[in-house]
Each structure stands twice: as C-alpha cells, then as structure tokens.
C-alpha cells in the first residue's frame, strides 16, 4: 500500500485550502504545477492565485512546496522522523516607482507575515517597457513538518491580506 510522503500530504493540504477559497469564489487559481524532476530527484508543487475581486488586476500570489532528494531519501529510507519540505510565498505584481515603493512594500509584508520573516524583492524591467515587475518572496529559513499543517493553513489568510493591501502599491 502507498504510504504518502510528508510533501504529498502537505502539498493536499494547501492545495485543499485554495480551492475552497476558489470555489467560495474569494479567489482564483490561475495555474498549478505538480512536477517531479528525474534529475534531481525532487518534488516542487506550485499553485498560483488572484482574488476572485481583482481577476484581471497584475497581483499574483504563488505558493511554492518543495522536497530534496535527502528529506525524500530519509523520509523513504526511515532516517528521520521529522522529514520537511520548503515552503515559500512570492507575490508577483508591476511597480512604477521601485526606488519608494519597495520599502512601503516590505514594511507591509512584514507587518503582516511578521519582523522576523525575510522579505526579498528581485524587480526586473523589459527594456522597451516602462514599468517594473516585481517578485516578492517571503522566506521562513526552516522547513516545513507535517505537524506544521495548522501553521499552513493560518498562512491562507496571511496571503489574502497581503493580496488585498498590495492593491494599494
């Protein structure tokens, strides 16, 4: 019988949680990538969403879960009791003015996800465009456990309100 990796059982958690959302309509998924790379051997789940209010509005939310050949192999292997996977949060959005919107964009974040996260912002510009496009990162630096399944479901509300407060930006 298939006895499910902490990945998978994560990865149904948080896909489980979205797709409420989706179907109260409060959001919208827009893209979801379940992909194992052979090379590597690792799993990344990515689910990427809008609220359902702004569903032509340039602000993305992505959720990114991620397992490593060695959590993989120790979790198979029954090395460690406490395999984890990596989870981030990035929101994708245009920027004008870089220079004084990035601070006002990580002192947001960070009032909402907490002063102990680490927010990292990579900006990228077309040249024949004008505007900048922002990428977003909030990073935890620790993995993610299966007993932290109640951790993850409270960050849904956490990625709503960074959603809607970025509306502003």
């Known amino acids: 019988m298939f006895d499910p990796t902490a990945f998978d059982n994560l990865k149904t958690v948080i896909e489980g949680a979205i797709y409420d959302l989706d179907l109260e309509n409060t959001l919208v998924v827009v893209d979801r990538r379940d992909l194992v790379d052979l090379a590597h051997f690792s799993r990344t789940y990515e689910i990427a969403f809008r609220l359902r209010a702004d569903e032509n509005a340039p602000i993305l939310c992505k959720v990114t879960l991620e397992m490593e050949l060695e959590q ?90 960074s959603l809607q407060e970025l509306r502003a930006f």
């Open 72 to 161: 993989i192999a120790r979790e198979l292997l029954q090395e460690s009791s406490q395999p984890g996977c990596a989870l981030s949060i990035a929101f994708f959005m245009p920027v004008e003015q870089p220079e004084t919107t990035c601070p006002l964009i990580e002192k947001t974040l960070l009032r909402i996800w907490g002063e102990n996260r680490i927010i990292r912002q990579t900006l990228r510009r077309d040249h024949k465009e004008s505007d900048w496009h922002n990428e977003i990162e909030v990073q935890f630096g620790r993995l993610i456990r299966e007993e932290n399944v109640d951790d993850v479901l409270a960050m849904v509300p956490y990625m709503l309100q």
